[in-house]
């Protein structure tokens, strides 16, 4: 398998809410748990983001709004995250359910990974296939942390 961005995807089948339950976190998101990621769709060119999370050890929730914008001309999955303008980084979709249940999305470079379902947990014999196939696309799998919802 190779670390690539899907073809297609139904952007109205992807809005909405994901859980994320591992992830191989970014600087910015190292220590956050139970984190949730809301899309929606704005115009023809991007999503509008909504993520709330814990910080480790803190029970008071948070919240941070991002964009998230693709490109007719690239692969439906070659997608770029934006939290500071002009600031974008890679955010490619490289796995998805075909019932859209759930989403795996990855970096041009195996740099972080975010393993999301709809539900806050995920069959044990699905997350180990998702895993297997992460590794197999190059990235460190040890480095992947739970976000131990509940």
């Known amino acids: 398998m190779e670390?690539?961005?899907?073809a297609n995807i139904d952007y109205k089948a992807f809005e909405g809410k994901w859980y994320t339950l591992y992830s191989?976190?970014?600087l910015?998101?190292?220590n956050w748990k139970?984190?949730?990621?809301?899309?929606?769709?704005?115009?023809?060119d991007?999503?509008?983001v909504l993520t709330t999370y814990h910080k480790e050890g803190k029970p008071e929730e948070k919240t941070v709004t991002s964009k998230l914008f693709f490109d007719h001309d690239k692969a439906d999955g070659d997608m770029k995250a934006?939290?500071?303008?002009?600031?974008?980084i890679g955010y490619w979709i490289i796995e998805i359910a075909d019932d859209y249940s759930y989403v795996v999305v990855g970096h041009p470079d195996e740099k972080y990974l975010s393993?999301?379902?709809?539900?806050?947990?995920?069959?044990a014999d699905?997350?180990?296939?998702?895993i297997e196939n992460c590794r197999v696309m190059g990235y460190d799998v040890s480095e992947l942390v739970s976000q131990e919802h509940f």
């Not at 670390?3 to 899907?6: A, D, L, T, V, W």
């Not at 393993?115 to 069959?123: D, F, G, S, V, Y």
């Open 3 to 6: 670390n690539k961005p899907i």
């Open 24 to 26: 191989i976190p970014t």
């Open 28 to 30: 910015l998101d190292k």
């Open 34 to 44: 139970q984190t949730t990621e809301t899309y929606t769709l704005k115009g023809d």
């Open 46 to 48: 991007h999503f509008d």
């Open 82 to 88: 934006q939290f500071l303008w002009p600031f974008k």
């Open 115 to 123: 393993i999301m379902a709809r539900e806050p947990k995920m069959e």
């Open 126 to 130: 699905v997350l180990v296939d998702i």
